[in-house]
């Protein structure tokens, strides 16, 4: 995003953590104004702006398309900078940057730039709690599409080179941009401006002749005055047009040979006879198509062969590795080698001290890079120092390519730089080591490019690494959520071309590869882009193939390590049977605690005891009751080790674990099972806070609601209340955006609660009841959760059915319960939820009787019947259930007397 300091007049609200993401970068000293000038494109820009008339619900998308180097940057900037942009767009300009680096971390800290610029701190900061969901964009969209038309139509975006292959982030930046906002978005294909709808298309060639002479002058250092151009007529001939010839007036060659010229206090032969030459030599042809233009390739060709020979030309194309902005700490870091070897030749750029560099080279380095015109100086406005360089996308570009086979070894520079001082173990028997890169210390750059570093050499071992639960929780605490899945994308990139053969070099290790494939599987279940789906299906195929590439007697821990991976991903499963992919996590859990014993580690114990009690509870098969006690004795056994001293997160995480065991809990007294579960999810609550950890304390608060609503002790009013006020803090967090199912489940239970609510106005608080379950099925739809659809169509129909019971609706609320239970009965069949089926049938009996449907009550009563003791209901029910039939039965009797039908 752009780095430059705030401007004078820009209104925007300031914020350190992200002004730097919205304002455009400062115009180079070179430039030459345009708007006023029908030839250029800052012209045709504020023109197309100006044409859509003010107050207009739809405001301009402009796409500004040419070749890199010709100038759309400082176009755009122009355009931002200018009188009228300023006097009309009040609010400021917005600035995104999108480059090749640019991944799904460079959108959402974009989406949070943007939204803090149109709907300030205090929105930033909800949505900041919720960046680990998948439509994060959509939740950010719904922030700001509450701005008003009016305060939308006073900012300008603008959404700097958006390169083809990084259109999807460009589409997703314009649907968080309200309508009525203008747009003006740099690239170097036209296709990306044709993939916006209603967008226009600018295009940019070259520089008209006279701004292109002005531009040659005021980077080749000489006075610029009302426009005119201070070459003389002896200069225009003898080097000027040559120059304008040669470089073809793209701003970028313009700028290069200006500065080489102006580095040599105007002595133009050398340089403009380079040019010259370089564009006849028959060996110059651009390689391939991503080679820059024959111009600005001829001009940056002549420019390297200008600086000396060794450690500038080294330290120039050691540039192509790094971004755009580089701050001088990281240049230290990526010269170190080539200073010291200069200094050791004794070649005067660099001394060092006590093992640290003096900023003395890295900045000569800097000014012969600058005076060469291959890089720009970034300087802190406040203070005037140098901080950095800007590096021109193209010259980043033709740097990189002239390491050719050294890239990576330039890349695993920056890594070994980096990691001095941290502690490494050598490599095992199988070449692995682990890489703790969150051992080192961030610096604004290292956390936010380790990952492409160690993808661009190569580094297996480095690649698996940064799946390791610790840089997730760095990352998440450091970024967002957003950063490490931009790290899990670059990661899936790499070590698939490692598994397919594709990649460079190989893995002859059986074990390190099946530490590859374990790492895909990772990879793949904490994924968030693409199908959830097929997602957890390649992490199973991934899992599998790690595991046979391992024998558990020579690699016992690693073994069990991925047989509890493997059950943690079969208790997600999306494909499959229920019930047999929780036989699987089951099976893969015991699997695991035959090596993870409590003597030999107790920390993996206690986290296997905790994953087995999950499967346990929600196990389909067997007993019930015992499964449920099985899963309390594994809780207990986990917090006997991870306690609260010891680990407080996930003894908070087993406390909640807990209560749910407890609310299903079939032995023991049901009204002392709901305390113990209340009392668990209290202690954890403990830890989980709404501000350390927002989802988890919304999670616990909602299992909260559902024990409060289901108490059999104490006052139930107040316990209806209380369960009222678990879902309404839940909904806090889970909102229809952020995480939709978990929304609707809230509405779900929290229309329950308040259609029993035992204080208030029965009418409103049944309404209000209404409106959550109709809210809970815009989500819960039959064709996407069945089952969770069905529940909530039980519930309406308890609903009806208590209005037609206290005089409310008479006859109709019969119908609409018996609809709303036959619908229920469509997803709640005696094979997919043998419980919850028997229950709502027996709520429908109760309906039709009160229906007097005689029939139809002896149906469903000898179908209870049937069903008799698989209904852990049964005994409570049974006679209820012989008393509707009996009744049923005596009404049809009595009707067919009288020769009626029932």
């Not at 942009?85 to 999108?98: E, S």
């Not at 919720?130 to 509450?146: E, I, N, Q, W």
């Not at 199912?741 to 308040?754: F, N």
Request: net charge neutral; hydrophobic share 50%.
């Amino acid at each position: 995003m752009g780095l430059s300091s705030p401007s004078a007049g820009d209104s925007g609200p300031y914020n350190p953590v992200y002004a730097l993401r919205w304002r455009p970068p400062p115009l180079d000293a070179a430039y030459v104004p345009g708007v006023d000038n029908p030839e250029r494109a800052e012209h045709a820009i504020v023109a197309r702006l100006q044409a859509v008339r003010v107050g207009s619900s739809t405001a301009a998308r402009i796409g500004v398309c040419a070749v890199g180097g010709s100038g759309k940057t400082t176009a755009c900037a122009g355009v931002a900078a200018c009188e009228w942009a300023r006097t009309r767009f009040t609010k400021g300009t917005a600035w995104v940057q999108l480059d090749s680096s640019s991944t799904l971390q460079s959108v959402a800290e974009a989406v949070m730039a943007l939204v803090y610029r149109f709907c300030g701190g205090d929105a930033v900061e909800q949505l900041s709690a919720l960046t680990a969901d998948k439509d994060f964009v959509a939740v950010a969209a719904g922030y700001v599409r509450s701005v008003a038309v009016a305060d939308a139509a006073q900012w300008l975006v603008v959404i700097d080179d958006v390169l083809y292959e990084k259109r999807e982030l460009l589409r997703q930046l314009l649907a968080l941009i309200p309508l009525a906002t203008p747009v003006v978005f740099s690239t170097r294909s036209e296709a990306v401006v044709w993939s916006v709808p209603g967008a226009t298309l600018v295009s940019i060639d070259a520089l008209p002749a006279s701004d292109a002479r002005l531009v040659l002058a005021a980077a080749a250092g000489k006075a610029v005055e009302g426009g005119v151009s201070p070459f003389s007529a002896v200069d225009a001939a003898g080097w000027v047009h040559r120059v304008l010839a040669k470089t073809e007036r793209h701003a970028l060659s313009l700028a290069v040979v200006g500065s080489m010229i102006a580095d040599r206090g105007g002595a133009w032969r050398t340089v403009v006879e380079a040019l010259e030459q370089r564009w006849m030599d028959p060996a110059f042809v651009c390689r391939d198509a991503t080679s820059p233009l024959p111009s600005v390739h001829a001009t940056l060709d002549v420019s390297l062969g200008l600086i000396p020979v060794g450690v500038c030309r080294d330290a120039f194309a050691a540039l192509g590795v790094l971004p755009v902005h580089v701050r001088l700490p990281v240049l230290a870091r990526l010269w170190h080698s080539f200073l010291v070897g200069a200094a050791a030749k004794c070649e005067g750029l660099v001394a060092q001290s006590r093992g640290v560099l003096r900023s003395t080279g890295v900045e000569e380095l800097v000014n012969t890079l600058v005076r060469a015109g291959l890089v720009r100086r970034d300087v802190d406005e406040a203070s005037g120092e140098l901080i950095g360089v800007v590096v021109h996308p193209v010259v980043g570009q033709y740097a990189l390519s002239l390491l050719g086979d050294a890239t990576r070894a330039v890349h695993q520079r920056m890594i070994d730089a980096y990691m001095v001082g941290v502690a490494v173990d050598g490599r095992d028997a199988h070449g692995w080591q682990r890489l703790p890169f969150w051992e080192v210390s961030d610096d604004g750059y290292w956390f936010d490019h380790v990952v492409r570093h160690v993808a661009a050499a190569g580094d297996v071992c480095g690649l698996v690494s940064v799946l390791e639960s610790a840089w997730h929780v760095v990352r998440v605490r450091v970024s967002s959520p957003f950063a490490f899945q931009a790290d899990l994308e670059q990661v899936l990139t790499s070590l698939t071309a490692v598994v397919d053969g594709t990649a460079f070099g190989g893995v002859r290790s059986p074990v390190l590869l099946g530490r590859v494939h374990a790492a895909l599987a990772s990879v793949y279940q904490a994924r968030i882009a693409g199908s959830r789906r097929s997602n957890l299906e390649a992490a199973i195929t991934y899992w599998d193939q790690a595991l046979a590439l391992v024998d558990r007697v020579k690699v016992p821990a690693l073994w069990a390590e991925w047989q509890a991976g493997l059950g943690r991903l079969y208790r997600e499963r999306v494909n499959g049977a229920r019930a047999a992919n929780l036989e699987e996590a089951i099976a893969c859990s015991h699997r695991a605690l035959e090596v993870r014993t409590r003597a030999y580690a107790p920390l993996e114990w206690a986290e296997m005891q905790k994953l087995l009690g999950s499967a346990l509870v929600n196990r389909v098969h067997n007993d019930k009751a015992a499964n449920v006690e099985a899963a309390i004795a594994c809780y207990g056994r986990a917090v006997e080790v991870q306690t609260q001293e010891v680990s407080p997160l996930e003894w908070a995480d087993t406390q909640n674990s807990l209560g749910v065991a407890y609310y299903y809990r079939v032995n023991g007294d049901a009204a002392a099972n709901m305390e113990a579960a209340i009392a668990c999810y209290n202690r954890a609550l403990e830890k989980y806070t709404r501000s350390a950890a927002p989802l988890l304390w919304a999670r616990t608060r909602y299992n909260l609601g559902l024990a409060y609503y289901d108490r059999l002790v104490g006052d139930k009013a107040a316990s209806i209340e209380a369960a009222i006020a678990c879902y309404n803090d839940a909904l806090t967090v889970h909102t229809r955006d952020a995480t939709p199912l978990m929304w609707a489940a809230t509405q779900s239970h929290l229309g329950k609660a308040l259609r029993d609510r035992l204080v208030g106005d029965t009418s409103t608080n049944v309404a209000a009841a209404a409106a959550c379950f109709d809210r809970a099925l815009t989500l819960r739809t039959r064709a996407a959760v069945p089952l969770n659809w069905a529940a909530t169509q039980h519930h309406m129909g308890v609903m009806h059915h208590g209005r037609h019971k206290a005089g409310a609706t008479g006859a109709a609320g019969v119908d609409a319960a018996v609809a709303c239970f036959y619908r229920a009965l469509e997803a709640r069949t005696p094979e997919a939820a043998p419980q919850d089926w028997a229950l709502t049938t027996f709520s429908l009996m109760q309906a039709l009787l009160d229906g007097e449907r005689w029939s139809a009550v002896v149906d469903r009563g000898r179908a209870l019947e049937r069903f008799g003791s698989r209904w852990s209901s049964w005994p409570a029910r049974e006679a209820t259930v012989a008393s509707a039939v009996a009744e049923a039965e005596r009404a049809i009797a009595q009707l067919s007397g009288q020769g009626r039908e029932a």
